[in-house]
């Protein structure tokens, strides 16, 4: 990975290799709107971290509703994701004005 | 299952499918129906579904955005850059023409944005308004307004948040080593609260500022604190004299968010919530009133809002009908001080400008036009390899953006420099225009407008390249035939409109410039030059009674009469020429006579001293000019102008009979003269109208400008002057000392502002379409080369030659000034409508300007038409 992926783009992966494999899941998953999550997908794809396919038109047919396009991590996307993680990891836990990382503030 | 989709969602999706490249299209449109139709299935996230859909064209627009870069749009504009570098030459002149364009739109604009568009920085200023009367039955002037009319509109509920009102008064600051005239503002309760102001420093005025038993307080401008106190802080608490009054000084505005701006000092009003009497009446409109406006109300609807309030109240009211204001209208505070000309003005200059803009960008493409012949056998390549219509015009269009982009820069640059310089010289007599700056609003446009130009500029050489079939391009790639000529006749056509619309505007120039030299050189009717003006203000305080003003002033007249440099002088509420002073505009009837509408005479209203005719060296015509007899216990007299008693009585027999001023004064006077028209007024009023003399002692007042004949050194009486005034009472200040036609000068500045504009943008028009048709002749006769060269070979003379070339621009010439006299006449028509003192046909303008327009073209034909003589038969052949 020469340049690094915007934060937003790293979720959107981060949220295809959790599982999730459509634009509307993946937005609610994300909490991001559908102008961020399909750019991202596109983006994501064209650098071959994630890959798409179309449902088969049988089991949309039977269910009487168009054809999903369904996306999912790729290898290198998931190298990708994890040397992200990695960088991400090195934001520790800060102490700002008195107020703790909701996570480190919980009692252990 | 299509039909559950909302008709928004579904049109949102085919709009954005049409920005989605079309390889793409029906994939993507399966995969967002498919999104669309899975959301409308969950009930709850139906909502949001409007908004889930925009995502879609966020989506269209990236992969375009993709599909742009993979097909090389970038590569496009770095083979157009490329292709510019290498002709220098062309690059230049063309950025040029465009700077010249997009500079002087740029200009404009910011004068503009600085007089009329930026907000003040005030808390949500944008909700700030000022009232104002109106009554249109005497025209679209703005008066102030009355205190009932403020009670009535500005403090109704539902319309305003809150409102204030002020009076601007002069007062004289003592204690200094001179005593100091300062632009005090008297304002009404809430007046900074409705404003949103904050002290800089101490505090603003509350309630108990405003109760008449408490002590007088005052708020200082920044401006004035620094320059008078040192920005000192202890200044807070201290005393300051106005008018010989002590004021304590309770806190300071900070410079940027003072308003007025012109102010240099605030004071309370202490009414104690019932006005004197003299405010209380609803026909004297007396007061300004700022207000702000609800959160949902905007300027339109308080405006309709108010005026129909304004005809209700009226209308029952028994108020004459021609009284100042009948109806009232809203205006937004920040451009309230340009008045009612404001936009006017700015509609007139921005047509000028619009119309440069235009001959640039014609002008630029003629050029492009006259280069893209080059490039047809490029683009007749990439249209059979498959490139579209649409994607040649872009690629074209890339090389017009970079050349207006650069003429963007270069003329944002150039408009900065010259603005700078223009302000230099008129910003002390134009206030807010030293606020001109370069800001995001002025460069945003200024980008707009260059992007504009790139399109007007680069569309029709860009249709016209890609209009012709691949085959065609091919086979005249290599000849100069039926295409090249039809190029040339686009532009010739080009080139003609330019002209036209370079000649209408120089007309226009031509027309305001004669206008405004009329004004200059005008005969003012009496000798202006050795002339002193000044004025003064009595403080009310220690001079409460007429018989104290009266002494003051004929003191004065006295003293100043016996100094030795000193011919004559005359106390007189108005200077000529526009000179300053109090200007009173009364209504007269004949005394007796019907007060019927018609009959009345509206006059300027002055008072003078005997000394006055002496002064300005101008005698009655009939009857006799006031002497000492007819002072304040002597019956009341007046001397008119024989433009009042042409009006009055045009059968001359006005002199010993009696008028009287209907609405004011109300007392009958005696015309005992009548006076030749000189000229009393300066900028855009007619020349001469009707004025009415009375003797000052007849009716005193405390503010009133001197009018000092000096001897043959005006230098040699200012010393004097400030001597006199100094012996007679030290705390009085002078203000305005200096000669008349200084003031005049001054008072004329803006108006010489406006004419050095639209000369301006004429001599830049005719320059731009000037170099065009030099660059239409030069290219024809390259074009033709081979042609002269053959005839010169078969014994044609130079002379045939040259005027063949000539015959050319000649013709161009003479289409453009048909076209052109058609819009200069529509031109100036609107002109004269708007400005005073222009006249719609004035031959010696027109005359004028389609000469030199003819004599330019021939002038820029004249090179051309000899390089063609000079074609070397031999050469031309070898050519091809």
Known sequence: ?????????????????????????????????????????????????????????????????????????????????????????????????????PLEARPA | MRSDIPLTVRWILVVAARLVPSVRRPLWTRQWVAEVHHRCGVPAARTGLTRFALGALTHAVYLRREEMRGMGYLADMRHAGRALLRRPGFTALAVVTMAMGIGAATGIFSLAEAMLLRPLPLPE?????????TNPT?????????????????????????????????????????????????????????????????????????????????????????????????ILGRTIRLDGVPYTAIGVVPAPSAWPATADLWTPLQWAGAPPAWVAARSNHSLQVIARLLPDIDVASAT??????????????????????????????????????????????????????????????????????????????RAALGASRGRLIVALLSESLILALLGGALGVGLAHVALQKALAMAAPTLSGLSEVRLNATVLGAALAVSILAAVLTGLLPAIRATRASVSHSFKEGSSQSGQGRERTRL????????????????????????????????????????????????PAARYAEDALVNAFFTDAVSRLEARPGIRAASATSWLPLGGGGTSLFRSFVRDGGIDTEGAEVGALWIEVDPEFFETLGVQPLRGRAFTESDGADAPPVAIVNERFAGRMAPDDGLVGTAIRSIFDEDLARTVVGILPDIQFNGVSRALSQPVVLVPRTQSPRSEMAFLVRTGSSVAEAVPQVREVLGEIDSDVAIDGLQTLRDAHA?????????????????????????SGVYGLVSYSVSQRTREFGVRIAIGATTGTVRGEVLRESATLAGLGVALGLVFAYAGARVLAAAMDGIAVLEPSTFVGVVALLVVAVLAASWLPARRATRVDPVVAMRSE
């Open chain 1, 1 to 101: 990975m020469a340049k690094g992926l915007p934060v937003g783009t790293v979720m959107v992966l981060h949220a295809l290799a959790r599982g999730h494999r459509y634009g509307f899941d993946l937005m609610e998953q994300t909490g991001f709107t559908s102008g961020t999550v399909y750019p991202a997908l596109e983006r994501l794809e064209q650098l071959g971290h994630a890959r798409s396919h179309w449902e088969d038109a049988g089991v949309a047919y039977a269910e009487k509703r168009p054809p999903r396009r369904y996306f999912e991590i790729t290898p290198e996307g998931k190298t990708v994701l994890i040397a992200a993680l990695e960088k991400y990891r090195a934001l520790a836990p800060l102490d700002i004005d008195g107020v703790r990382h």
């Open chain 2, 491 to 538: 532009r010739q056509t080009l080139i003609v409109t330019e002209l036209a619309v370079s000649l209408a505007l120089l007309t226009c120039a031509g027309l305001v410039l004669r206008g405004f030299e009329r004004q200059m050189s005008a005969d003012p009717g009496f000798e202006a030059s050795n002339l002193l003006s000044f004025t003064v203000r009595l």
């Open chain 2, 304 to 381: 309709a809002q108010v005026r129909a309030m304004s005809q209700a109240i009226y209308s029952g009211s028994g108020i004459d009908t021609r009284d100042e204001g009948t109806e009232a209208l809203v205006v937004p505070l920040h451009s309230s001080d340009m008045g009612e000309d404001g936009g006017l003005v700015f509609a007139t200059l921005g047509t000028a400008v619009a119309l440069v803009l235009l001959i640039a960008c014609l002008n630029a493409s003629g050029l492009i036009l006259a280069r893209s012949w080059s490039r047809a056998r490029e683009l007749s390549l």
């Open chain 2, 138 to 234: 005497r025209g679209p002037g703005w008066s102030s307004v009355s205190y009932p009319d403020y009670v009535d509109l500005a403090t109704r509920p539902g319309l305003f948040q809150g409102a204030s009102y002020y009076r601007p008064v002069d007062r004289d600051v003592s204690g200094g080593r001179e005593p100091e005239r300062v632009r005090a503002i008297e304002v009404g309760g809430e007046f900074f609260q409705t404003l949103g102001t904050q002290a800089h420093v101490g505090r603003l005025f509350s309630a108990s500022d405003h109760d008449p038993a408490s002590d007088a307080t005052v708020v200082l401008s920044q401006r004035f604190w620094a320059l008078h106190f040192g920005a000192d802080s202890t």
């Open chain 2, 746 to 770: 001054a008072d004329l500045a803006g108006l010489r502002f406006l004419t050095t504009l639209f000369a301006a943008f004429g001599t830049l028009a005719l320059v731009l379409s000037v």
């Open chain 2, 125 to 133: 200023s944008d909700r700030l308004v000022r009232l104002f009367s």
